[in-house]
């Protein structure tokens, strides 16, 4: 059973589906401590699992209850969406199959289907009017496509899709590669898809007020060598990660992937000038509107809003092309599945 309330100021709701899982168990406790909403918020979590998770969801309230965690008011656990998206403000949609080894996110598409849309329904439902909603489980954009359509009354721009793990990833191989701290690179964007087709952009990237490509050019020798390492190793590498971490470790990422639907949160509440996060396109950078697509953004704590105006050349714009190719693709397979 879940810990009982504990009386005290207003707390945000916060619900987590899937929280009996792996990125659910890295995210709990996290959330509980105030890291992504800060130290001023109490927090309320809802937990829902199917009903082969709900004991691993229970065990995870009586381990947050143990904590003693001074933000956290309530945990409830349900395997009922109607209960768990109950005032909702914010909706973590952790919840899915992950990809095994030799699958591609694609496949996910009609096993997953099914779950998104009857989430959107009850967050349409119950959810409170302001409520903010992320997919993380796979395939995240195209998840939070049928969540939203399946939301009429809520506006579509509060789904969003995580591609701040990407975003994360290609940062932290640029820093190596430059031998610079992350905090020293500003102006990556992730586009389009969460999948092996996204495009990692450094063509807007500084480092220390640098171009991040001049800097490339010089730890690698000249420009033609810098795009070769970033057509040929960066680019496949970020794009490629979660596939490579699955065969190293078995499984999919977790504590990384936690890690960025946190930071993903956070700056979508207390603002941020630039990261990338995948929302619903209104035609920005000719995107046909509807696509939940990864995009340059930033946020002034009322939600993401894509950076416009930023100049795209010829080799970007196919990249982008192509991921976006496969977006109209999965929406395409989705509606033929009947679901949007
Ligand atoms: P997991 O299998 O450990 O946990 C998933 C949990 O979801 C399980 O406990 C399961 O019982 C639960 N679940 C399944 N269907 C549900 C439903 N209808 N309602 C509520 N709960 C449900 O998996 P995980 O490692 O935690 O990964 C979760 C998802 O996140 C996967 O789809 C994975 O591919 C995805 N993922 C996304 C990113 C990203 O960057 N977007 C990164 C890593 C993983
Ligand atoms: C990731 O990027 O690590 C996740 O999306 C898991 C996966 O299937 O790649």
Not at 269 to 280: C, E, H, K, L, R
């Amino acid at each position: 059973m879940a810990p009982s309330a504990v009386r005290g100021p207003a707390a945000t709701t916060v619900t987590i589906t899937g929280a009996g899982g792996q990125i659910g168990y890295a995210l709990l406790f996290r959330i509980a401590a105030g890291e992504m909403l800060g130290p001023d918020r109490p927090v309320r979590l809802r937990l829902l699992e199917i009903a082969q998770g709900v004991r691993s969801a229970e065990g995870a309230a009586l381990e947050l209850q143990d904590c003693a965690f001074p933000l956290l008011r309530e945990v409830d656990v349900a395997d009922d969406p109607l209960a768990a998206f109950d005032g909702c403000d914010i909706a973590l949609l952790v919840g899915a199959r992950p990809r095994g080894p030799g699958m591609e996110r694609a496949d996910l598409l009609a096993a997953n289907a099914g779950i998104f849309g009857p989430q959107g329904a009850a967050i349409n439902a119950v959810a409170a009017d302001g409520v903010r909603v992320v997919a993380v489980g796979n395939p995240a954009n195209t998840n939070a496509l049928i969540a939203a359509a399946s939301a009429p009354d809520v506006p579509a721009d509060r789904f969003t899709a995580l591609t701040r793990l990407d975003h994360n990833r290609a940062l932290g191989q640029l820093s190596a590669a430059l031998g610079s701290p992350p905090d020293e690179i500003s102006g990556l964007a992730i586009w389009g898809n969460h999948s092996a087709t996204q495009f990692p952009d450094v063509s807007h990237a500084v480092v220390r007020g640098e171009p991040v490509i001049d800097a490339l050019a010089a730890r690698f020798g000249g420009r033609d060598t810098a795009d070769a390492w970033l057509d040929d190793i960066f680019i496949p590498r970020v794009a490629r990660r979660g596939a490579e971490i699955i065969d190293v470790r078995g499984s999919s990422s977790v504590a990384s992937a936690a890690h960025a639907a946190i930071e993903h949160v956070r700056d979508e509440q207390a603002g941020t000038a630039w990261t990338s996060a995948a929302v619903v396109s209104r035609g920005e950078y000719g995107i046909p509107e509807g696509l939940v697509c990864s995009f340059p953004v930033s946020s002034d704590g009322g939600g993401y809003r894509v950076i416009e105006g930023l100049p795209i050349d010829d080799r970007s714009r196919a990249r982008i092309d192509v991921s976006v190719a496969e977006l109209v693709a999965e929406r395409d397979a989705v509606r033929a599945l009947g679901v949007l």
